[in-house]
């Protein structure tokens, strides 16, 4: 028999097998929806499909990627440790009235390029966490080393190498100059590792991943979690009353769950009803400290990002906050109802000036508020998006 005519055969044989492998340990991801889109992808789903093949253009790209890590930066931060990292408060511009433009003023929603540049880390970072978890996306669907060993290596030279990574703190999180070595509002950048903390446990199973990374991994992250508790940044970032909170949280209780604490990840969501969503939204689902900034369309979603994750954390402990609150009463789902109609760019936001907006960073959002929900009219928002743009989107896969 022609090799070509076995293929179906092949395929047949992996999409069982897949149906009958254990379901990945994550943290937010679904394992089901993992487990049921790896069977769809062996199968060939033409529904699936675009989607796979993005992601794994993506993946290729990040193999041939060059490296990531905090010591890459051209100097130290003002402490003149190489080890930490150091981003610039984005809305922060040199004062043009001032000689040397200092101290730097506030512009809120109008970011400063220079907070993108390679002298701070924020984009180093940001590109490391995105590529990981790509990375470990792809390895789970295709079981290609090539994508477990780079994945693997990014975060050992972020967390755990002993001459490449980073300490655990935020001491000089966006900081702006004349003003400030660092802020509190510099650790919701490390928002990012919650993807890096979800690769960690995707590529667990690869025989590219050791335990050693597993433990070093976890150590960092309990370090760091200790930091963000101890520490006068981490407190103050705590007592923010709109997304640094929320976000702050969300880092906290993902942090915690991989480096088993459950005992810290639960007093952390426990908390989250009476801390964040009733303060924060109101019972017609709008968010008032974020419809207080320039870019507040942004802002409301971004801020249900961090929500969701709270859940989605909550769901590993028993602890259901999707259905938190109640009538009279603020609640994720009455944030989200009332968001939801304006995730389409085109639809006017009846509270002030958008700003950038990309409605694709959110689409997460919907796939999983359907699930969650059992509710596809979540779905239909998006159909006011461009079609390409969705039928490549990795949401269909993983949400």
Not at 139 to 161: F, H, R
Not at 172 to 197: F, H
Request: net charge neutral; glycine share 6%.
């Amino acid at each position: 028999m022609p090799l070509r005519a076995l293929a179906p055969l092949v395929l047949l044989l992996l999409a069982q097998a897949a149906s009958a492998a254990p379901l990945p340990d994550t943290i937010l991801l679904s394992p089901e929806v993992m487990a049921r889109t790896k069977q769809r992808y062996l199968e060939r789903d033409p529904a699936v499909m675009p989607a796979v093949q993005e992601l794994l253009r993506e993946a290729d790209r990040c193999v041939t990627a060059p490296a990531e890590a905090v010591v890459l930066k051209p100097a130290p931060p003002p402490g003149g440790d190489m080890h930490d990292y150091w981003s610039l408060a984005p809305y922060w511009w040199p004062d043009p009235n001032r000689l040397g433009g200092l101290p730097y003023v506030r512009r809120d929603g109008r970011r400063n390029p220079d907070a993108d540049g390679d002298k701070f880390d924020r984009r180093r970072m940001n590109r490391m966490s995105r590529d990981a978890l790509t990375l470990a996306l792809a390895w789970y669907l295709t079981g290609n080393d090539q994508y477990a060993g780079k994945g693997c290596a990014l975060v050992w030279s972020w967390c755990c190498d002993r001459l490449t990574r980073t300490n655990p703190n935020l001491k000089y999180g966006q900081s702006r100059p004349g003003v400030a070595e660092g802020t509190s509002a510099g650790i919701i950048e490390t928002r990012d590792l919650i993807r890096v903390a979800e690769a960690g446990r995707i590529l667990n199973p690869s025989p590219l991943w050791s335990d050693v990374e597993t433990r070093k991994l976890a150590e960092w992250f309990k370090e760091y979690a200790h930091w963000l508790l101890t520490s006068d940044l981490g407190r103050e970032a705590a007592a923010a009353a709109n997304n640094q909170g929320t976000w702050y949280d969300a880092q906290l209780a993902v942090f915690a769950l991989y480096a088993g604490d459950k005992s810290l990840a639960r007093s952390i969501v426990n908390t989250v009803e009476i801390r964040r969503i009733l303060p924060q939204i109101k019972p017609d689902g709008t968010m008032p400290e974020e419809l207080k900034r320039t870019r507040s369309r942004h802002y409301t979603f971004f801020n249900l990002e961090a929500f969701f994750v709270l859940a989605e954390a909550g769901e590993r402990l028993g602890i259901d906050l999707w259905r938190a609150g109640g009538p009279g009463t603020g609640s994720i789902k009455a944030a989200l109802d009332a968001a939801a109609p304006f995730i389409d760019p085109q639809t006017a936001w009846p509270h002030g000036e958008t700003g950038r907006f990309d409605p694709f960073l959110f689409t997460p959002l919907f796939h999983r508020a359907a699930l969650v929900y059992k509710d596809d009219r979540y779905l239909d928002h998006l159909k006011a998006l461009p079609e390409e743009g969705r039928r490549t989107d990795r949401a269909l896969l993983f949400y």
